[in-house]
T-cell receptor, first 112, second 114 residues
Framework: GQQLNQSPQSMFIQEGEDVSMNCTSS?????WLWYKQDPGEGPVLLIA?????ELTSNGRLTAQFGITRKDSFLNISASIPSDVGIYFC????????????FGTGTRLKVLA | EPEVTQTPSHQVTQMGQEVILRCVPI?????FYWYRQILGQKVEFLVS????????KSEIFDDQFSVERPDGSNFTLKIRSTKLEDSAMYFC????????????FGQGTRLTVV
């Protein structure tokens, strides 16, 4: 089945640093979503991407829909302690499917 | 801001018992989903539901699972005879359209089977 691999699996950064993470697949996806999950909570939507090459920002977050439609990237600029959490990408594949497949997650820790 | 609400937040049940997890999707949404997340793992798709029927389900969603929209607001997931490996966080989600729009998630129900 379709799988999404996220990297890195985890990262420790200093407050104020920029962060980059990505999500890759062997399959083509038509939609990419990025979520953040805090412990014991549900995923919270950060950014949605609908077109190949699309670059979308939400405050300090910027995400891109890869040109090949097999990957997506999320960048966080000037990280702050509340950025701590697990970031998941989620993709929807070819037409005819309603489900989103989630990536393996990137655990981010920010050191003050 | 509209949100997906789930009850209960935590359910403990004995192995073999039936459980019903409840969700109230966002009111103008038409597509509903259940996902689960085993502790420390990724979020896994279980089922999608549209127009009062299942539109898609995963291999996890076997005969022990069922979904229902008993009225205009609730969306439920029933597990008929729980197993230890059903212990997980169960998330309900909804969207205005199918996969072409973003899905919003509830806070989850933590199911513990003992």
């Amino acid at each position: 089945g379709q799988q999404l691999n996220q990297s890195p699996q985890s990262m420790f950064i200093q407050e104020g640093e920029d962060v980059s993470m990505n999500c890759t697949s062997s399959s083509i996806f038509n939609t990419w979503l990025w979520y953040k999950q805090d412990p014991g909570e549900g995923p919270v939507l950060l950014i949605a991407l609908y077109k190949a090459g699309e670059l979308t920002s939400n405050g300090r977050l910027t995400a891109q829909f890869g040109i090949t439609r097999k990957d997506s990237f999320l960048n966080i600029s000037a990280s702050i302690p509340s950025d701590v959490g697990i970031y998941f990408c989620a993709g929807r594949g070819a037409s005819g499917t309603y489900k989103y497949i989630f990536g393996t997650g990137t655990r981010l820790k920010v050191l003050a | 801001e509209p949100e997906v609400t789930q009850t209960p937040s935590h359910q403990v049940t004995q192995m073999g018992q039936e459980v019903i997890l409840r969700c109230v999707p966002i009111s103008n949404h038409l597509y509903f989903y259940w996902y689960r997340q085993i502790l420390g793992q990724k979020v896994e798709f279980l089922v999608s539901f549209y127009n009062n029927e299942i539109s898609e389900k995963s291999e996890i969603f076997d005969d022990q699972f069922s979904v229902e929209r008993p009225d205009g607001s609730n969306f439920t997931l029933k597990i008929r005879s729980t197993k230890l490996e059903d212990s997980a966080m169960y998330f309900c989600a909804s969207s205005t359209q199918g996969g072409v729009t973003e899905a919003f998630f509830g806070q989850g129900t933590r199911l513990t089977v003992v």
